[in-house]
């Protein structure tokens, strides 16, 4: 397609697309096709202009290969998939409203004769009189009354004018209050939408194959296990298991699931194993449930928004009562009037969420999934930080070292029939197997029975009659019973494994079969994403692992934690949690493994890695990127800015308009002149509130 290009940049190209008008699914289809090249690294399209902002990596390669990409663009069969919600129609509805609004207020104001303006202020104020009114009748002096009274006392007195400020600037803090939440509900929405690519399908030989889910029909049968999302919705053929159904429902306790259940899409299997009858594929109204959930559900809100709007109400006997006091002492209408023109509820109702809304949106351009305000505050007021080890600390890659086998048994074999077995369930562990296994062109085609997965411990299964079981030392040889290798070969060979790896344990029947040595090595920024975390007011950094006391040892001493628990369960991790509250302390949990979601739960704020298992992601309140432990510290910095910003507007809302209040008493300001003041410094808290919290040297 034909492009100008506008202006251009080290590492930056505005170009214009050459068509009259550009609609907004064209613009999101231009957007994630530009968001799909390599070279670039964001991208804004702008529908009303048809232009589109593209930044990339700085270099004429990564320049000449977005111009070609350009070139040979066209709407129609562009390789790209777009979201069925996108947050752009949402954007031009608040847009359009926002500007008629506006229009409508300036053509009233200097356009129309006084004798229409005074017959449309009556008109528009009945709305605002009848919910003051409901208001007096329910016994309480609230907002609405305080609305009705100050437009009301404004007509009354022939100020038709200051009535229609009033009124404007109501409408708008409205207007913009109903978009933050949709905002909010949307972001979250879209964000809550499946991750999962890929899920197991049984064939009509009854072998299991891992197929795409777009590509998944209706009739199909699918497994799910352990700790895997369940992709689409279905009836249960067989099996039996817990089911989370917080996504849809919003309800905390897993659900019992067995044949002629139905299941569906993006909740999660906790414990058990399901086939699954495929009724509705992709794409089937997942996204409408998943709003309609948040929308009965206060999740969004923060104690700030909160706090926010009952200090309104709270404050609106006051200024009743500053006002009769002045009618009182000076009998000037006018006097009065002055102070029932700052009521603090538009302020305090609207830059609040703004300011919540600006926070979670930063954060979400450094790569981080906020799912509601008050968590952001709980990582502003934490004190203690607590991390899984394996996929969290370390890389979310680890791999094999080597593979000991004992008894003579043959190394390959080994290890195929490890990732026979880890392939089903989600953990970086299990996903170092399979891809050694994978490495060395090792084909594992599924010879065992079903497998169980038991949670913290390891994977057991049967082939040709005989139990196998892959997992940790606890597991095999204290629960099960493995006898250590007898002879004195063996015996030597297990005491001498190095200690600086983790240690994955396989058995066949009752004998040890072999042990995978697992390296997996510190994420590179972990020691000083630590120390950083202690400058930012974490007082208390502590690691929690299921690997052995040796090994969480050494990982403690190199990253800097201030102490570590090892050999632990994932009840033992919510535990501590809980010890970590009765101490009267504030936790993040930060996790990524289907044993950490217990721990996920508990904490103020559980925060998931986005490459973790699902369950995970799914109890999880944020999720970072995998490659980027750093962003923790984006994370906190945005949360205490945030913090500060909410704290400042409350000084600020509450002393000039208090102020305004005492020159109006004094008859120093008129009505006019404090609305004026009053919705002037509203609007300009707002747009502050909607300003970045980081300088960019720090984000």
Same mark, same amino acid.
């Given at each position: 397609?034909k492009?100008?290009?506008l202006?251009?940049?080290?590492?930056?190209?505005?170009?214009r697309?050459r068509?009259y008008?550009?609609t907004?699914?064209?613009a999101d289809?231009?957007e994630y096709y530009?968001?799909?090249?390599?070279a670039v690294?964001?991208v804004k399209?702008?529908?009303r *202009?048809?232009?589109?902002?593209?930044?990339?990596?700085? #270099?004429?390669?990564?320049r000449?290969?977005?111009?070609h990409?350009?070139?040979?663009?066209?709407y129609?069969?562009?390789?790209?998939?777009?979201?069925?919600q996108?947050?752009r129609?949402?954007?031009r509805?608040f847009e359009d409203?926002l500007?008629?609004?506006?229009?409508?207020r300036?053509?009233?104001r200097w356009?129309?004769?006084?004798?229409?303006r005074?017959v449309?202020?009556?008109?528009?104020?009945?709305?605002?009189?009848?919910k003051?009114?409901?208001s007096? #009748?329910?016994?309480?002096l609230?907002v609405?009354l305080?609305?009705a009274?100050s437009i009301?006392?404004s007509?009354?007195r022939?100020d !038709?004018?200051?009535?229609?400020s009033?009124?404007?600037?109501l409408?708008?803090?409205d207007i913009?209050?109903?978009? *933050?939440y949709?905002k909010s509900v949307?972001?979250l929405?879209?964000?809550?939408?499946?991750?999962v690519e890929?899920?197991w399908?049984?064939d009509?030989?009854?072998?299991?194959?891992l197929k795409e889910?777009?590509?998944?029909t209706?009739g199909?049968q699918?497994i799910?296990?352990?700790g895997?999302?369940?992709?689409?919705?279905?009836?249960?053929?067989?099996g039996?298991?817990?089911?989370?159904q917080a996504s849809?429902?919003?309800?905390p306790?897993?659900a019992?699931?067995s044949?002629g259940?139905?299941?569906?899409?993006?909740?999660?299997v906790?414990?058990?194993q399901l086939?699954?009858a495929v009724?509705n594929t992709?794409g089937?109204g997942r996204y409408?449930?998943?709003?309609?959930m948040?929308?009965?559900s206060e999740?969004?809100?923060s104690? @700030?928004e909160?706090?926010?709007s009952?200090l309104?109400?709270r404050?609106?006997p006051y200024?009743?009562g500053?006002?009769?006091?002045?009618?009182l002492i000076s009998?000037n209408?006018t006097?009065?009037?002055?102070i029932?023109?700052v %009521?603090?509820?538009?302020?305090?109702?609207?830059?609040?969420?703004?300011a919540v809304?600006?926070?979670?949106?930063?954060?979400?351009d450094?790569?981080?999934t906020?799912k509601g305000?008050r968590?952001m505050?709980?990582?502003?007021?934490?004190d203690t930080?607590?991390?899984d080890?394996?996929?969290t600390l370390?890389?979310a890659s680890?791999?094999?070292k080597?593979?000991?086998p004992?008894d003579?048994?043959?190394?390959a074999?080994?290890l195929?029939?490890?990732?026979?077995?880890?392939?089903?369930?989600?953990?970086s562990?299990a996903?170092?197997?399979?891809q050694e296994?994978a490495?060395?062109?090792l084909?594992h085609?599924?010879m065992?029975a079903g497998?169980e997965y038991?949670?913290a411990?390891g994977?057991a299964?049967?082939?040709?009659?005989q139990?196998?079981r892959? #997992?940790?030392y606890?597991f095999?040889f204290?629960?099960e019973?493995?006898?250590l290798p007898?002879?004195p070969a063996?015996?030597?060979?297990?005491h @001498?494994?190095p200690?600086?790896? @983790?240690?994955?344990?396989?058995?066949?029947?009752?004998?040890?079969?072999?042990v995978?040595?697992?390296e997996d090595?510190?994420k590179?920024e972990?020691?000083?994403v630590?120390r950083?975390?202690h400058e930012?007011?974490? @007082?208390n950094?502590?690691?929690l692992t299921?690997?052995s006391?040796r090994?969480?040892?050494a990982?403690a001493?190199?990253?800097?934690?201030d102490?570590?628990r090892a050999?632990?369960?994932?009840?033992?991790?919510?535990?501590?949690i809980q010890?970590?509250?009765?101490a009267?302390?504030k936790?993040?949990?930060?996790?990524?493994?289907?044993n %950490?979601?217990p721990?996920?739960?508990e904490?103020?704020?559980?925060?998931?890695i986005n490459s973790?298992a699902a369950?995970a992601r799914?109890?999880?309140d944020i999720?970072i990127?995998?490659d980027d432990?750093?962003?923790?510290l984006t994370?906190?910095?945005?949360?205490?800015?945030?913090m500060?910003?909410?704290?400042g507007?409350?000084r600020?809302i509450?002393? !000039?308009?208090s102020?305004?209040?005492l020159?109006g008493? !004094?008859?120093i300001?008129?009505?006019n002149?404090?609305?004026?003041?009053?919705?002037?410094s509203t609007?300009?808290?707002?747009?502050?509130s909607?300003?970045?919290?980081l300088?960019?040297?720090k984000?």
């Amino acid at each position: 397609m034909k492009c100008t290009i506008l202006h251009e940049s080290k590492g930056r190209l505005r170009v214009r697309m050459r068509q009259y008008r550009m609609t907004l699914d064209q613009a999101d289809i231009l957007e994630y096709y530009l968001r799909d090249l390599s070279a670039v690294t964001k991208v804004k399209v702008y529908d009303r *202009t048809c232009d589109a902002v593209i930044y990339f990596r700085a #270099g004429r390669k990564s320049r000449d290969s977005i111009v070609h990409a350009l070139s040979l663009f066209h709407y129609e069969d562009a390789p790209v998939t777009v979201p069925d919600q996108t947050g752009r129609k949402l954007q031009r509805q608040f847009e359009d409203k926002l500007f008629y609004h506006v229009a409508e207020r300036v053509v009233t104001r200097w356009f129309l004769p006084l004798p229409v303006r005074m017959v449309l202020t009556t008109v528009k104020s009945i709305p605002y009189l009848i919910k003051g009114i409901r208001s007096l #009748g329910s016994g309480k002096l609230q907002v609405p009354l305080l609305d009705a009274v100050s437009i009301g006392v404004s007509i009354a007195r022939g100020d !038709f004018d200051t009535a229609g400020s009033v009124m404007f600037l109501l409408k708008l803090g409205d207007i913009m209050e109903d978009y *933050t939440y949709r905002k909010s509900v949307d972001d979250l929405a879209r964000t809550m939408s499946l991750n999962v690519e890929k899920v197991w399908i049984r064939d009509e030989d009854g072998q299991e194959v891992l197929k795409e889910v777009s590509s998944v029909t209706a009739g199909e049968q699918m497994i799910v296990r352990t700790g895997n999302m369940i992709p689409l919705d279905g009836t249960v053929l067989s099996g039996d298991a817990s089911v989370n159904q917080a996504s849809i429902t919003g309800e905390p306790l897993p659900a019992a699931k067995s044949a002629g259940s139905s299941v569906y899409s993006g909740t999660v299997v906790e414990e058990g194993q399901l086939l699954v009858a495929v009724k509705n594929t992709a794409g089937t109204g997942r996204y409408d449930r998943i709003v309609q959930m948040i929308e009965e559900s206060e999740k969004l809100k923060s104690t @700030s928004e909160m706090r926010a709007s009952e200090l309104a109400d709270r404050l609106v006997p006051y200024t009743f009562g500053a006002t009769l006091l002045t009618l009182l002492i000076s009998r000037n209408v006018t006097r009065a009037t002055s102070i029932l023109m700052v %009521d603090f509820c538009c302020a305090l109702k609207l830059s609040m969420p703004i300011a919540v809304l600006s926070a979670m949106r930063e954060a979400g351009d450094h790569s981080i999934t906020v799912k509601g305000g008050r968590f952001m505050e709980a990582v502003a007021e934490a004190d203690t930080i607590v991390f899984d080890k394996t996929g969290t600390l370390t890389k979310a890659s680890p791999k094999v070292k080597e593979i000991v086998p004992f008894d003579g048994r043959n190394e390959a074999e080994m290890l195929r029939l490890a990732a026979c077995l880890e392939e089903h369930f989600p953990h970086s562990i299990a996903n170092a197997v399979v891809q050694e296994a994978a490495r060395r062109g090792l084909s594992h085609k599924e010879m065992h029975a079903g497998v169980e997965y038991i949670v913290a411990h390891g994977i057991a299964s049967s082939i040709n009659g005989q139990k196998v079981r892959i #997992g940790s030392y606890h597991f095999l040889f204290e629960d099960e019973g493995i006898a250590l290798p007898a002879d004195p070969a063996g015996k030597e060979l297990f005491h @001498s494994l190095p200690d600086e790896y @983790s240690h994955l344990y396989l058995s066949i029947g009752d004998e040890l079969a072999a042990v995978i040595l697992i390296e997996d090595p510190l994420k590179e920024e972990t020691a000083s994403v630590v120390r950083s975390l202690h400058e930012l007011g974490i @007082s208390n950094v502590v690691m929690l692992t299921g690997d052995s006391y040796r090994t969480a040892r050494a990982v403690a001493k190199k990253v800097g934690v201030d102490s570590f628990r090892a050999e632990v369960l994932p009840e033992d991790k919510a535990a501590f949690i809980q010890e970590e509250h009765k101490a009267g302390r504030k936790v993040i949990m930060v996790g990524d493994g289907i044993n %950490d979601s217990p721990a996920l739960s508990e904490a103020d704020a559980g925060i998931a890695i986005n490459s973790g298992a699902a369950i995970a992601r799914e109890v999880s309140d944020i999720m970072i990127a995998e490659d980027d432990l750093a962003s923790l510290l984006t994370l906190r910095r945005v949360a205490s800015g945030l913090m500060k910003r909410i704290n400042g507007n409350y000084r600020f809302i509450l002393g !000039f308009n208090s102020g305004l209040i005492l020159l109006g008493m !004094f008859g120093i300001l008129t009505p006019n002149i404090t609305a004026l003041l009053h919705n002037g410094s509203t609007i300009a808290l707002s747009l502050h509130s909607m300003t970045e919290l980081l300088p960019e040297d720090k984000a």
